[in-house]
């Protein structure tokens, strides 16, 4: 197998006044899988570090007339996320601590060799990913734990007994539309499993043909079908003492699906080509928006198999259905996507609130995730305004509101004052047919910010 860390990657900005060195720089670290880009004046590398993202910053001492320590402050103040390795030809220790003091993260005295130069560069990029992964991690537990909890009926009663089967080996199967948060669900399941430890390995069952899924799964050998170039272990070794999540199981190939109900029997499989039969301790979640029962009457899915990974289901409401939970789910990825571009929206206008209770969200929670993303990104104040939802249909937020929609009586009149002044040709023609003075009116447009 081959090691993801062998080839690094990562971006690099080179400044110094020294073509020849900045070429050097550039063909060694390019060999190593780096991204070089090279400044030869201080002012370039500035320009450059303030439009471009880097992993690390190989600064020169001195730049023509301009001092790279003495812009070091400034530098950090452009990306202050880009570790700095100062390089010069000055060896004093009292150089180095200044550099340290600065804001540099390393320091490198020319002439330095290939292997010095790429082991400073590598132990500069994985501390910034190292940082970067512990606030990734930080954010999205930040923002995924609202979407674990529900005002809506249903959707606790689903993540109390995901919560309640997690403790336990049982195989568990998640139903529901297409983006209602399955795989967030099997996430929840494994985090609160004695299997947390090991990996969560998704399977995306109809991203691939049945050859190949199956390579996927279980690994193969070297020369086993055209394009094997080399040995691979599949995702069932990967998952060994973890969990298995089998997305839209309902698309597994019918001819593939003997060999994943033996694993999940007995835990044994080969890979493609190789005859040892080999064993991996892995928990199924499986999850599908298909009609299993169906799909079995019609020979298209094995009930052996469907007895095997339904040992517990959990049925997961379309948003839809779920219309109290709107509110909390868009705050919770409003401050994710805020968070994580540095953009100013903090909450939703009561407009644009009441016109997403009213919309049938076809896509659910994923069409809602995408829309909050879209709309942090467009937003310019704190407040997103119903002009920055992109709704999926032409007619989009139009939806009748029926007696009993779950929401606010003020919500309500709100939408009912927004659609009625649509309609009118004055705001007196608006007071009539409402049924009040037009202050009244007046009044109740400010307060909703019509």
């Known amino acids: 197998?081959?090691?993801?860390?062998?080839?690094?990657?990562?971006?690099?900005?080179?400044?110094?006044?020294?073509?020849?060195?900045?070429?050097?720089?550039?063909?060694?670290?390019?060999?190593?899988?780096?991204?070089?880009?090279?400044?030869?004046?201080?002012?370039?590398?500035?320009r450059l570090a303030s439009s471009l993202p880097f992993h690390a910053c190989l600064l020169d001492r001195n730049i023509g007339q301009d001092s790279g320590l003495e812009a070091l402050p400034r530098l950090r103040e452009l990306?202050?996320?880009?570790?700095?390795?100062?390089?010069?030809?000055?060896?004093?220790?009292?150089?180095?601590?200044?550099?340290?003091?600065?804001?540099?993260?390393?320091?490198?005295?020319?002439?330095?060799?290939?292997?010095?130069?790429?082991?400073?560069?590598a132990r500069q990029v994985d501390t910034r990913r190292m940082l970067d992964r512990i606030d990734a991690l930080e954010r999205d537990s930040g923002g995924a734990r609202p979407q674990l909890s529900s005002k809506n009926a249903g959707m606790q009663a689903a993540i109390a007994l995901?919560?309640?089967?997690?403790?336990?080996?049982?195989?568990?199967?998640?139903?529901?539309?297409?983006?209602?948060?399955?795989?967030?669900?099997?996430?929840?399941?494994?985090?609160?499993?004695?299997?947390?430890?090991?990996?969560?390995?998704?399977?995306?069952?109809?991203?691939?043909s049945s050859e190949l899924l199956e390579s996927e799964m279980f690994g193969h050998v070297k020369g086993s079908f055209t394009g094997a170039s080399q040995n691979t272990v599949g995702r069932v070794s990967h998952a060994d003492g973890g969990t298995i999540f089998l997305d839209e199981v309902g698309d597994f190939p019918l001819p593939l699906q003997p060999k994943l109900l033996r694993f999940i029997q007995d835990k044994e499989y080969e890979r493609v080509g190789d005859p040892v039969t080999r064993k991996a301790d892995a928990r199924i979640i499986a999850a599908?928006?298909?009609?299993?029962?169906?799909?079995?009457?019609?020979?298209?899915?094995?009930?052996?198999?469907?007895?095997?990974?339904?040992?517990?289901?959990?049925?997961?409401?379309?948003?839809?259905?779920?219309?109290?939970?709107?509110?909390?789910?868009?705050?919770?990825?409003?401050?994710?996507?805020?968070?994580?571009?540095?953009?100013?929206?903090?909450?939703?206008?009561?407009a644009a609130l009441a016109r997403m209770q009213v919309y049938d969200w076809p896509g659910n929670v994923r069409e809602l995730q995408n829309m909050m993303e879209r709309a942090v990104i467009l937003c310019r104040e704190e407040q997103i305004g119903v002009e920055l939802l992109s709704f999926g249909r032409s007619d989009a937020g139009k939806a009748e509101v029926v007696a009993g929609t779950p929401m606010s009586l003020d919500a309500l009149e709100r939408l009912h004052i927004e659609r009625v002044l649509a309609g009118s040709e004055s705001l007196e023609a608006a007071a009539r047919t409402l049924g009040i003075d037009s202050s009244t009116l007046y009044r109740k447009r400010k307060a909703y910010n019509l």
Do not use: W
């Open 288 to 350: 599908t928006n298909h009609d299993l029962d169906a799909m079995v009457k019609e020979g298209r899915f094995r009930l052996d198999l469907l007895y095997r990974l339904n040992v517990i289901s959990i049925m997961l409401p379309p948003l839809r259905e779920r219309l109290e939970d709107i509110e909390d789910l868009a705050n919770a990825f409003i401050g994710r996507f805020a968070g994580n571009y540095g953009l100013p929206a903090r909450r939703l206008s009561s």
């Open 79 to 121: 990306a202050p996320l880009m570790r700095v390795i100062v390089v010069t030809a000055h060896s004093g220790v009292s150089d180095a601590v200044a550099a340290i003091a600065q804001g540099a993260s390393d320091y490198l005295v020319k002439p330095c060799s290939p292997e010095q130069l790429k082991i400073a560069v």
């Open 1 to 46: 197998m081959v090691n993801p860390q062998a080839v690094p990657t990562g971006r690099i900005l080179a400044i110094d006044d020294d073509r020849a060195l900045l070429e050097n720089f550039s063909a060694c670290l390019s060999k190593e899988g780096y991204r070089v880009t090279t400044a030869e004046t201080l002012q370039e590398g500035l």
């Open 162 to 208: 995901a919560l309640q089967v997690a403790r336990t080996d049982a195989n568990v199967l998640l139903l529901g539309d297409s983006g209602t948060g399955k795989g967030m669900l099997a996430r929840a399941i494994h985090d609160a499993s004695p299997r947390a430890e090991g990996a969560l390995v998704t399977v995306n069952c109809p991203s691939l």
